[in-house]
């Protein structure tokens, strides 16, 4: 079992840029494959990016490509998310997600995930 922790929302103006953070507890994080989601009010929770357990392998969401860009440091067992350019579009609550895997396979959907973060919220002002 693994416990996500998620940081780094918060208000930003349109064409700014955050950093998330997700840090990883209990089994080892090099076990997993990660990957973020994104929730806006009203919608269904959406992939962002995700990316296997080495980090050779990763894939975005059409919306955030050139963008976004995941990454992992697996001996911090921590998992990042750099977002430039943000969009108003891009506000949501951020969801980390962990699965149980060592293989090239990087999951897009919320099903393949067995364990989440509580999720941080980034607002973004047009």
């Known amino acids: 079992q693994v416990q996500l922790v998620e940081s780094g929302g918060g208000l930003v103006q349109a064409g700014g840029s955050l950093r998330l953070s997700c840090a990883a507890s209990g089994r080892t994080f090099n076990s997993y494959a990660m990957a973020w989601f994104r929730q806006a009010p009203g919608k269904e929770r959406e992939f962002v990016t995700g990316?296997?357990?080495?980090?050779?392998?990763?894939r975005y969401a059409d919306s955030v490509k050139g963008r976004f860009t995941i990454s992992r440091d697996n001996a911090k067992a921590t998992l990042y998310l750099q977002m430039n350019n943000l969009k108003p579009e891009d506000a949501a609550v951020y969801y980390c997600?962990?699965?149980?895997?060592?293989?090239?396979?990087?999951?897009?959907?919320?099903?393949?995930?067995?364990?989440w973060g509580q999720g941080t919220q980034v607002t973004v002002s047009s």
């Open positions: 990316i296997n357990w080495i980090g050779s392998n990763s």
């Open positions: 997600a962990a699965r149980s895997s060592r293989g090239s396979s990087v999951y897009t959907g919320t099903g393949y995930y067995d364990y």
